[in-house]
Structure formats: structure tokens, C-alpha cells
């Protein structure tokens, strides 16, 4: 009886072994991962339209400054379950804040926080896209001042910000 348990125990093993190993289609070279990325946004960091590097500091924390037309940037994103540098899905959290000063006047604060999903593709590109509640601070009125705006400044709101993303990978 041991040895039908010990043969069984065994075969087990190596079969497992077996299906352990990739098969000649499937291989993927794993290189370094991609800690760093240019992206492209639209809202976000990088104020309505803009630009922004990231760091991937550790396997679940990224750190992100922008720039765009109106405004810069800055923000942390947390990947709760992790991410899979090579490609997958992996959905995020952080905080995100922009200061945007606009050509007609006005300035104002955008802080929030983002629930999105990630989409890291093999081939150093990714896709992002998010929505949060955001708190929003306008420190001046847009345009031409009358005294009755300007009384009304600073204000605050709270409402819905967000973020797509195209990101470069090196």
C-alpha cells in the first residue's frame, strides 16, 4: 500500500511539472518591468488637456506629476491588488490634485479621488481611465470682474472629476 501511495505521489508530481511549463506559443521574454511612463491625459493631473510622467515606485505605488494647458499637477496611485508590469488589468485608487490658471482669469484647485481601472498591454503601452469625487476650490471668477462676482470668490464645490489616459512605458 506505501508504495502505490508513494508511485501515486510521485506521478502527481511530475504531471504537475508538466503542465507547469510554457508551451513554445506562449513564451514571453520578462525583462526589467517598465517603471516609468510619459502619458497623455485628458483631465487629470495635467489640468483639461496634458501631459505627465509617472514612477512606479513599488509594485503597488505609482507617483505622478503633470502638466497642460492651464494648470500642473501632482498625484499617488495605489494598485491594491498589485499589477502585472507585462500586461493585465489592474484596478487603482489615489489622490490627485491640480492648480489650473486660465488666460481670462480665474484660478481654482481640483482635488479627488480616483477609482479606476489600468490596462498594461505587453508591448510598453497602457490604458487608464478613471472617475472620483473631487473638491474644488475657485479662487477667482473667469472673465471680466464686477464687484458682485468678486465677492462671491473664494468659493469651493464638491462634484465628479476623472481622467483617460495613454501612457508610453520604458
Do not use: H, W
Request: proline share 6%; glycine share 12%; charged share 15%.
Amino acid at each position: 500500500m506505501k508504495n502505490i501511495i508513494c508511485i501515486l505521489f510521485l506521478f502527481s508530481l511530475v504531471s504537475n511539472q508538466s503542465f507547469a511549463e510554457e508551451s513554445e506559443g506562449c513564451y514571453r521574454p520578462l525583462g526589467p518591468p517598465l517603471k516609468n511612463s510619459f502619458s497623455f491625459n485628458i483631465l487629470g493631473t495635467g489640468s483639461y488637456i496634458g501631459f505627465s510622467y509617472e514612477r512606479l515606485i513599488k509594485q503597488r505605488l505609482n507617483l505622478e506629476v503633470g502638466f497642460g494647458l492651464v494648470g500642473v499637477g501632482a498625484g499617488v496611485t495605489i494598485y491594491p491588488f498589485g499589477i502585472d508590469p507585462y500586461g493585465g488589468i489592474s484596478p487603482y485608487i489615489g489622490i490627485k490634485t491640480t492648480f489650473n490658471t486660465m488666460g481670462s482669469g480665474g484660478e481654482k484647485n481640483m482635488t479627488y479621488i480616483p477609482i479606476g481601472i489600468t490596462y498594461f498591454t505587453d508591448k510598453k503601452m497602457a490604458f487608464g481611465i478613471d472617475f472620483g469625487p473631487s473638491y474644488q476650490t475657485n479662487f477667482s471668477p473667469f472673465g471680466k470682474v464686477t464687484e458682485e462676482t468678486a465677492a462671491t470668490f473664494p468659493n469651493a464645490q464638491i462634484s465628479i472629476y476623472g481622467n483617460l489616459k495613454i501612457s508610453y512605458r520604458f
